[in-house]
């Protein structure tokens, strides 16, 4: 009777490992439009692609087969928002992915922001991982941000630095930008309950995997910061009227298996309205009143 039981107990779990490998392979491509009421024929919109969470010891899908499903589609900026490895051995294991994603060639160009997972990595490790990504065409933000032009439109792209390794630095990440869109990479979203006084107008972020194993729910998240206990842990989300996004993620950790989530890739398609701009440069300029 004990041994049935094991045998039952013992066929259940390999067919449970079994089924969530194979999810590991069935990525998603979601496509999400921030479109509004007040749209314009005249408001610029900026298409992005975004992966986040890696993890190049745990990815089912081949540098080949990702550049495959994006070969065709228009992508204006590329946005990875961390965890790429950790560990010094799989640091030339992206370089095949890095040239792939190369092949792009995004209009306004290719940036990154680091992870939990990263920062595992000691020196000179996680310098040789950031060299990397800055020869491959990734301008790597930690704390930093870049401002580019659309068509005549400012957009700031702020990288804030992993939330959940006391990386984050808001006020030097914010330090010089002016008027404009601004939009946020970030690998831990955990960062928008304290980003009240720091404008943004969307944010992508990665972290949670979508649970990985979110069966029945993702119970293993409970430590992982208040979002998780919102309820906030994938997908488009809000938080006190600011819209950002939570990515599954491309490759997994610990175990190479996903229950109740999928690898993703995701595209934004962003509208940058001018109005908005426009109500930033006024909240700016009335900021600068009051101080003065």
């Not at 792939?100 to 997972?117: D, I, M």
């Not at 990504?133 to 439109?153: A, S």
């Not at 993702?218 to 906030?232: C, E, I, R, S, T």
Request: proline content about 3%; charged content about 20%; overall charge negative.
């Amino acid at each position: 009777m004990i041994f049935a039981i094991i045998t039952i107990i013992l066929i259940l779990l390999s067919y449970f490992l079994y089924k969530g490998n194979k999810n590991t392979y069935a990525v998603t491509i979601n496509d999400i439009h921030m479109e509004n009421e007040q749209q314009t024929k005249s408001d610029q919109s900026l298409r992005i692609l975004h992966l986040s969470d890696m993890h190049i010891e745990n990815i089912s899908i081949t540098p080949e087969q990702l550049f495959e499903q994006l070969k065709n589609e228009t992508i204006d900026l590329i946005a990875l928002t961390g965890d790429f490895l950790d560990r010094k051995k799989s640091i030339s294991r992206l370089i095949p992915y890095l040239k792939e994603l190369r092949k792009l060639k995004p209009t306004y160009g290719s940036y990154a922001v680091f992870g939990n997972h990263d920062y595992v990595l000691r020196y000179p490790y996680f310098n040789q991982l950031k060299d990397l990504l800055n020869d491959y065409g990734f301008t790597t933000l930690q704390n930093e941000n870049k401002t580019i032009d659309i068509d005549g439109k400012t957009v700031n792209i702020i990288g804030i630095d992993d939330f959940s390794t006391d990386h984050s630095d808001l006020e030097k990440s914010y330090d010089g930008v002016g008027t404009g869109y601004n939009l946020v990479l970030t690998h831990d979203p955990n960062i928008v309950l304290h980003m009240t006084d720091y404008p943004y107008d969307y944010l992508l972020s990665g972290h949670f995997h979508g649970g990985q194993i979110h069966w029945p729910k993702p119970y293993h998240l409970a430590k992982m910061g208040k979002l998780v206990q919102m309820n906030m842990v994938k997908g488009l989300q809000q938080y006190m009227g600011r819209s950002f996004y939570i990515s599954e993620g491309l490759g997994q950790t610990g175990v190479n298996i996903r229950i109740g989530s999928r690898p993703e890739i995701t595209f934004h398609s962003l509208q940058l309205r001018e109005d908005k701009i426009e109500e930033r440069k006024v909240e700016l300029e009335g900021s600068a009143i009051i101080a003065g």
